[in-house]
């Protein structure tokens, strides 16, 4: 089998040409059990491809600590799709953006104030190289040239859109061809001037990004780099949703259309997305355009098949313009996947947070407040004490760029909420006997697009009581993956507004499918099934549910640990049939 390759206009494999009709699925946003579910429904609809992100906070959590194993197993991934018929494209840049936390880049960059991402900048890039050999290696086998699936592979990820350091777009584009990619080389980028021309490499492909007007992006693609393949990279056909936001939507006919125009247009297209899943865990990313926005836990994106699988009218508008241009055969799907109501779980045991904190967070003193990443914490909160002797008078107590939202606490008492939408400030007396004051700050998921990306989390500067610094601090950094040591309390906290409070209840399962975490009463916080973190909910929505894919359950009994940030009325939540998205 010859390599993709390019001759003037067209994509030629196997000495023939081809239209490359691809979709996205981000492996780390799918439980591994239903991989070949989604892949399956890629080729059903038409789709001779399928292209993904690889992050790099994923697969290198700690620097030079090594994660491929469950939903991190991309060669697994990669190799269902070829069993399944779809070639791959690749895109393990070390930045992805992907509303996925800081990009993929990993938090712990950041625990060097110096630090220059996506530059020319060597200390950087000698972390990128020693990712770089573990990560390349592992793809080699299963390149075209060798066999496997992979056709393509993206050097930097619409870098125009942040920079224009060709140099290291060189030292990106060297680094994997002296590691052994020898399959083709990309760039993807938004489809104005600048974009295209700061985020191209000389002698590689050039690809555009849209979710509308193709033939005017096309044209200006061709514009710049005559008599090559028109390729959109990323066909925007949904889109994600921010807390506080209305859910997005995007018309079905309108997406069907763009796509008939872009293939008669005889360029080649890849879906973003076509299925989007969801940011378990803490791995939203968020944007800053006036203000900060983090992108909620599901990223079902409005795309052909559901965040949890399903097919979709836009499945069948997209199947349906596919097939007149070529011969897709009858639709032949794998089995639905149950939805499962589980009715209501009851709560029966909790412990708060200032009880839980020695068994789960070891305490690190330091006379000033410190980010998360230099105490070595990527994910989660953290709580931040000092004691304030007294008598003072009432005085506002204020946070110098906290990052993101801060619970502010005096003798275990809750006093309000400090974040970085509003920079509040909250007022009180100290008593004689002095006051312990604490402050548990939530990362909410760092930038993950344009020019705010160094985005440190936690108390980035420092905390005033009136006009004084305050010093001498202890923090406990949480980063919720040690939830089984807690030791729970036979009773539920319920008053409104006590100490942040872990709540543990537990359900039984007959028979397993998905099912869907409602939490009528609820504020904010996350949730646990087993161990597994599901991810953020919030009062404020859109989302109103989280998805609870059935892999993660287990025959018998299974438990729920929410963690809910400001009390709660109802003791109870409920295991739905029904996602609610807003």
Known sequence: MSKLNVQGSQFILNDEPIQLISGAIHYFRVVPEYWEDRLLKLKACGFNCVETYVPWNLHEPKEGEYNFDGIANIEEFIKIAGEVGLHVIIRPSPYICAEWEF?????????????????????FLEKVDRYFDVLLGKFKPLLQTNGGPIIAMQIENEYGSYGNDKKYLNYIKDGMISRGIDVLLFTSDGPTDLMLQGGSVENVLATVNFGSRPTESFDLLQSHFPNTPSMC???????????????????????AATLREMLNYGASVNFYMFHGGTNFGFYNGANFGEEYQPTVTSYDYDCPISETGDITPKFHAVRKVISEFKDIGELVLPEPIPKMDYGKVKMDSSINLFEALDSISKPDQRANPTTMEKLGQDYGFTLYRTFLKGPHKEAPLSIQKVRDRALVFVNQEYKGVIDRWDDQKISFEIPKEG??????????????????????????????????????WTMYPLTMNNLQQLSFNEDVASETAPA??????????????????????????????????????????????????????KKGENEIIVFELHGTSNEELALIDTHKLG
């Open 500 to 553: 942040p409070t872990f709540y543990r209840g537990n359900f039984t399962v007959e028979e397993i499918g998905d099912t869907f975490v409602e939490l009528p009463g609820w504020t904010k916080g996350f949730v646990t099934v087993n161990g597994f973190n599901l991810g953020r909910y919030w009062e404020k929505g859109p989302q109103e549910t989280l998805y609870l894919p059935g892999p993660l359950l």
């Open 233 to 255: 990279m990323e066909f925007w056909n949904g889109w994600f949703d921010h807390w506080g936001e209305e859910h997005h939507k995007r018309n079905t006919d309108d997406t």
């Open 103 to 123: 990009g993929g880049l990993p938090s712990w960059l950041l625990a060097d104030s110096n630090m220059r991402i996506r530059s020319y900048y060597e200390p």
């Open 435 to 472: 006051a312990q004051i604490d402050i548990l700050v939530e990362n909410m998921g760092r930038i993950n697009y344009g020019p705010r990306m160094n985005d440190p989390k936690g108390i980035t500067e420092g905390v005033r009581f009136a006009y004084q610094f305050l010093h001498d």
